[in-house]
C-alpha cells in the first residue's frame, strides 16, 4: 500500500468508527516535526601494533541529519477513545566507518541496520481502541501504544522508562503491540499489561512487531500527601534467533534463551519548605530467572534527592544520585549476575550508545535553572562499571527480530572499573508557541576501561532539535 492510502485508510477508518463512539465525539489531529543534526567524535580506536598497515580501525567523527514527521489523529468518547499516528523518518549522511571495536555512537548503529548511508521509513507508530467504564474507574487498551514502566504523578523524568520505555532518543524510536489494563482513581492505579515491543530504535524496519519478545508487567501506584509508592513486577522472554550472546563468557552466537522476571518499587516524595521545595527518590529491583541455561540472580538500586528553589530566581533545582546495577563476577561458574534493564529509555539516565545501566556504578550531580526564555540543565557523572571481569555494556535492547545484533552490546572491562567522567548538559528554547529548539552536548574523559580499546581522547556528542507541534 503506497504512502498516500495508508493515509488516508487511516483518516478513513477513524472517521467511520467516530460515530459509535458517541453523538458528539471530541476529534482531536497533531501534527508534529523533529529536524535533528547529530555529531560524534569517539574515543579515538587504539592502532594495533601488529597491523599490516597502521591505518586507523574505524572512523569516530562524523555529522548526520535526520527528520521524524508525526501526523496523529484522536477520537475520545464517553465509553470508547480510538487514537492512531503515522510517522515518516529520513536519515542522511550516515557514518559508514564507525566501527572499530563496537559501534562508534548512534550513527554506526543506524548505518549497520540499514547498510547504507541512509535509512528512511513510513510506518504506523500508534493505533489503539480503548474502552472505558462507565464512571472510567477502568480501562483496557488494545492495539500499537507507547508504554513507560514506572510512569507516575511525581519525578516521572527520574522513574519512568528505567526498566520498559519507547526508546525517545532513536529517531524511530518504539511502541508496543499488545493490551493493556487500567484500574483505579488518580491517586491509587493499578495496571497490568502483556506486550510484544515493534522493531525501531536505529532499525528502519519499524512496523514490524518481535513475536519472539515477550513483556509482562504488573504496577501498583499510590499517591499522596507529597509522596509517591509503586510495586511492580515484570517478565521478559526472548526467543529470537541468530542472535549474539552478550555477556561475560564469550560464547558464540545462538538463539536466545531468555526468561527473567523483575520484582521492584520505588518512592518519592517532595515536600515544601521555606524557600522551595525537597525531593527525595528511592528505586530498586531484584530479578531471577534464567539466562542461556545458566541461573540469573541480579539487582539494581537507585538513591536520588536535591532541592529547587522555586521562588528565586531562574527557579535553581540542584540534585545528587548514585545507581548501582550488579555485574558478574564470574564468569565459569552456573550464575549470570548482570542486571538486565530489558528494554530501558536510557538516554534520560545514561548515554546509551556509549554505556547503559548494566554492571553499573554511577555517581551523579544534577543542576537546572528555568530562565523566563529557556530551561538549562547540567549534570557531572562519575561512571564505572560494578565488577571489572564482566563487560562495559551499552544499548538500549532488542531493535531487530532476526538480527545478529542483541540490542546490547559489550566490551570486556579486563579487571578495570573506571569508565570515566561525564560533563552533559541540555538546553531547551521555546521560540514561538508550537516551535522550539533543544540542544544537547556531551563530553567523556576516558577512564582505565576505556583505555584498553581507544585512546585517552576525549569523547564529544551533541544535537540540535528543530521541533514543530501543532
Known amino acids: 500500500m503506497s504512502p498516500g492510502k495508508s493515509v488516508a485508510f487511516f483518516v478513513t477508518f477513524l472517521a467511520a468508527c467516530s460515530p459509535s463512539v458517541r453523538a458528539q465525539p471530541v476529534v482531536t489531529a497533531t501534527l508534529s516535526n523533529v529536524t535533528r543534526i547529530e555529531g560524534w567524535s569517539y574515543f579515538q580506536p587504539t592502532l594495533d601494533p601488529l597491523a599490516i598497515t597502521q591505518a586507523a580501525i574505524g572512523d569516530p567523527d562524523y555529522v548526520f541529519v535526520g527528520d521524524r514527521a508525526e501526523l496523529g489523529v484522536r477520537v475520545e468518547g464517553s465509553r470508547f477513545d480510538l487514537g492512531g499516528a503515522f510517522n515518516y523518518v529520513r536519515l ?135 509522596a509517591q509508592y509503586q510495586a511492580f513486577a515484570y517478565g521478559y522472554r526472548d526467543r529470537r534467533r541468530n542472535t549474539a550472546v552478550v555477556d561475560n563468557t564469550a560464547s558464540r552466537d545462538r538463539p536466545a534463551a531468555i526468561g ?13 519548605t521555606r524557600s522551595g521545595e525537597l525531593d527525595a527518590l528511592a528505586w530498586g529491583a531484584v530479578q531471577a530467572g534464567d539466562w542461556y541455561g545458566r541461573t540469573h540472580r541480579a539487582a539494581s538500586v537507585a538513591l536520588e534527592g536535591g532541592h529547587r528553589w522555586i521562588r528565586a530566581a531562574m527557579k535553581p533545582w540542584l540534585r545528587a544520585g548514585y545507581l548501582w546495577a550488579s555485574g558478574d563476577r564470574d564468569r565459569r561458574d552456573a550464575r549470570h549476575a548482570t542486571f538486565f534493564p530489558m528494554l530501558p529509555s536510557s538516554r534520560q539516565y545514561a548515554l546509551s550508545s556509549v554505556f547503559t545501566q548494566m554492571n553499573l556504578r554511577d555517581a551523579f550531580a544534577q543542576l537546572s535553572i528555568e530562565p523566563r526564555r529557556f530551561r538549562a540543565r547540567i549534570e557531572v557523572h562519575d561512571v564505572r562499571v560494578a565488577s571489572g571481569a564482566d563487560l562495559w555494556y551499552h544499548g538500549s535492547g532488542a531493535t531487530a527480530s532476526d538480527d545478529r545484533f542483541f540490542g546490547f552490546s559489550g566490551r570486556f572491562a579486563g579487571g578495570a572499573t573506571s569508565l570515566g567522567t561525564v560533563v552533559e548538559g541540555t538546553v531547551d528554547v521555546p521560540i514561538r508557541k508550537p516551535w522550539s529548539i533543544s540542544a544537547y552536548a556531551a563530553t567523556m574523559t576516558a577512564g582505565g576501561v576505556v583505555r584498553q580499546f581507544f585512546t585517552d581522547k576525549r569523547l564529544l556528542t551533541w544535537s540540535i532539535d528543530n521541533v514543530i507541534r501543532f
Open 92 to 226: 542522511e549522511n550516515l557514518p559508514g566507518r564507525a566501527i572499530g571495536p563496537g559501534g562508534l555512537g548512534n550513527g554506526a548503529f543506524y548505518f549497520a541496520a540499514s547498510g547504507v548511508r541512509y535509512s528512511y521509513q513510513l510506518y504506523m507508530s500508534e493505533l489503539t481502541v480503548k474502552v472505558k467504564s462507565r464512571r472510567r474507574a477502568m480501562a483496557v487498551t488494545f492495539g500499537r501504544m507507547p508504554f513507560s514502566s514506572g510512569a507516575g504523578v511525581l519525578m516521572p523524568d527520574r522513574l519512568s522508562s528505567r526498566l520498559v520505555g519507547n526508546f525517545e532518543s532513536s529517531l524511530y524510536q518504539r511502541r508496543f503491540d499488545g493490551v493493556r489494563i487500567d484500574v483505579g482513581q488518580s491517586t491509587t492505579r493499578f495496571t497490568a499489561a502483556a506486550f510484544v515491543p515493534t522493531q525501531g530504535g536505529f532499525e528502519e524496519s519499524t512496523n514490524l512487531s518481535m513475536p519472539r519478545v515477550q513483556i509482562g508487567a504488573a504496577e501498583w501506584t499510590r499517591s499522596a500527601g507529597g
Open 260 to 272: 527473567i522476571a523483575t520484582v521492584g518499587g520505588s518512592y518519592a516524595r517532595v515536600s515544601p
